[in-house]
């Protein structure tokens, strides 16, 4: 049994009291609820590192499109591919993962340089809008990219260059462009993008560049689109219009990741079907000290809507070059991990850095250790408390799972579903244990990755005639799944949430079954109460001493 299903919650018990008896030879549950999100790069683009990516528990690869070619992305999928088949037969377990297309967004961006440059703080540097300097960029002036700059910026402004490595402040507005005082310093690159943090830019929300990236991710048929530079609900809506009806299916993930999008949070939110928290590019454009509240007030409300929300930038930006992370990194990511995100997002580290497996070994580890500190039972409470209104029967049974996994101590909820909707309403009330979501869809075998706890099965037998019958085969299914995963053991309860009928939107079921293991008979028997499962696993463990070599089969016993 899982750490997560052994930890009783003691009655009059507080948090406090939780805090206060955490243990440093407690065991971490052996399923991470967070999803991981890997990036795909130099380092990690082949095929022995994707594969102990995904069998060190990454969820979903990102694909980046500010850094790299169409033929680059594609042979990263490729390799994907062969991962998962190669877990296949290695295992034969069909694994999933999903895959995320980052699009680069609407920049303004520099022109290319003449020689080397280095800025130092007091230079004065000339950023101009006559075309002519775009490939004589020197210590004095550089161009950029965007006409209109000198009409939406006024002295006294700030600006930044190459992701905030650079800052600037503007002395002077001219008729060809900004006079520029070098606040901070350092190596100016071709192509550097420029970031206006107070000032709202007229771009396009999917400039040309996004439109042939769109294009090609569709063909590729990822699941996520990682919008950069979103600033409304309007510019959420645009990107589903450039999806059109062939890429209705893909999710849009909006990035916060300027001033004017957090100003708009709410709208983004309610548009979107899911959040990035960018820290990095946040990080240039509000004050420091404020990054840490950022993160608690966005990672609240999105859990209080049930929207996911990703965590990403400098997780654990030293493995880029070192084996081990800092200790402040390790404190940072159990942070993000109690104040609810449903995913961390690894960039750089396993992209372009020296140690991709080790670096999302660590995070695995990292992950499941800070789950422990999780104060479940209020934590639900909270989440229930926040839902307003009336109740439609999808939500009345999201929370009656979770509470009925709460008091029975469950290890784990199985979930069958077609669309994933109901998995991912069970994960907003955020269960203690993983959520398996049996389904037939492989296209929602993988996106449900984004919310967390949500553990996917693809089953791929054909329906039976009698939905029955299938329910029970289904069931018993995601039983083996869980056993081969060490998810569950003898006598374990599990919560089961299930429809009535075949076809979505007919869930109205919950039930407990409590898991035994037989050595010849595999079919499902159901019993009355959990003392006599209990019977029937002592009488099997009797037989397995005087068989060792009888192989384990999943079996259930229900309470209904």
Not at 10 to 31: F, N, P, R, V, Y
Not at 384 to 409: C, F
Request: aromatic share 6%; glycine share 6%.
């Amino acid at each position: 049994m899982s750490y997560s299903a052994k930890s009783v919650l003691k009655e009059g018990s507080t948090q406090l009291d939780h805090i206060c008896e955490l243990e440093l030879s407690q065991q971490a549950s052996h399923h991470r609820l967070v999803s991981l999100i890997a990036t795909i790069s130099l380092s990690s683009r082949n095929a022995d590192t994707i594969y102990s990516m995904i069998m060190r528990g990454v969820n979903i690869f990102r694909l980046n499109f500010s850094h790299e070619s169409h033929e680059m992305h594609s042979k990263t999928i490729e390799l994907i591919n062969e991962a998962l088949e190669r877990i296949q037969k290695e295992t034969g377990q069909i694994r999933t993962v999903a895959i995320a297309a980052d699009t680069r967004g609407p920049q303004i961006r520099t022109g290319l340089l003449d020689g080397d440059v280095f800025l130092r703080a007091g230079d004065n540097l000339r950023l101009s809008i006559n075309r002519d300097l775009y490939d004589k960029g020197n210590k004095e002036a550089v161009y950029v990219d965007y006409p209109n700059i000198i009409n939406l910026t006024k002295t006294g402004d700030r600006l930044f260059i190459d992701d905030g490595k650079l800052l600037l402040h503007i002395m002077e507005v001219g008729v060809d462009g900004l006079l520029c005082e070098v606040i901070q310093g350092g190596q100016l690159n071709n192509n550097c993008n420029v970031i206006l943090p107070e000032i709202e830019i007229d771009l396009p929300a999917v400039s040309e560049k996004d439109m042939f990236d769109i294009q090609f991710s569709m063909k590729a048929n990822v699941d996520f689109l990682f919008a950069s530079a979103v600033r409304s609900a309007k510019n959420v809506k645009e990107l589903r219009t450039v999806l059109g009806e062939k890429g209705k299916h893909i999710k849009i993930i909006a990035k916060m990741d300027s001033k004017i999008a957090l100003s708009r949070f709410t709208e983004i939110m309610k548009a979107a079907d899911g959040l990035l928290l960018s820290r990095a590019d946040l990080g240039t454009q509000i004050p420091i000290e404020k990054l840490f509240i950022t993160q608690k007030s966005i990672l609240g409300q999105c859990n209080k809507a049930g929207k996911p929300v990703i965590v990403a930038s400098h997780i654990l930006e030293s493995m880029r070059t070192l084996q081990h992370p800092t200790r402040a990194e390790c404190f940072d990511l159990a942070n993000a991990i109690i104040d609810g995100a449903d995913c961390i997002m690894l960039s750089s580290e396993v992209a372009i850095g020296s140690y991709p497996k080790e670096t999302v070994a660590t995070c695995d580890i990292l992950c499941r250790e800070a789950e422990k500190v999780l104060w479940f039972r209020d934590l639900f409470s909270d989440l229930v408390s926040e839902v307003r209104g009336e109740l439609d029967a999808a939500h009345s049974l999201a929370i009656a799972t979770v509470e009925t996994a709460k008091r029975t101590n469950s290890t784990l909820i199985i979930v069958l579903t077609t669309s994933g909707r109901s998995a991912t309403l069970v994960s907003k009330f955020r269960p203690r244990c993983p959520i398996l979501a049996v389904t037939r869809c492989e296209r929602t075998a993988r996106w449900v990755y984004m919310h967390r706890g949500v553990l996917p099965v693809l089953y791929t037998s054909e329906p039976s005639t009698d939905y029955a019958t299938d329910v029970d085969a289904r069931v018993q299914f995601a039983l083996t799944s869980a056993k081969k995963w060490d998810i569950i053991e003898d006598g374990d309860p599990i919560v089961i949430l299930s429809a009535w009928k075949d076809g979505g939107g007919f869930t109205n079921n919950v039930r407990v079954v409590y898991a035994f293991f037989e050595a010849y008979r595999v079919d499902c028997l159901f019993r009355s109460d959990r003392r006599r499962s209990q019977k029937n696993t002592n009488l099997v463990m009797a037989n397995r001493e005087q068989e060792v070599t009888d192989t384990k089969v999943p079996r259930v016993k229900s309470i209904l």
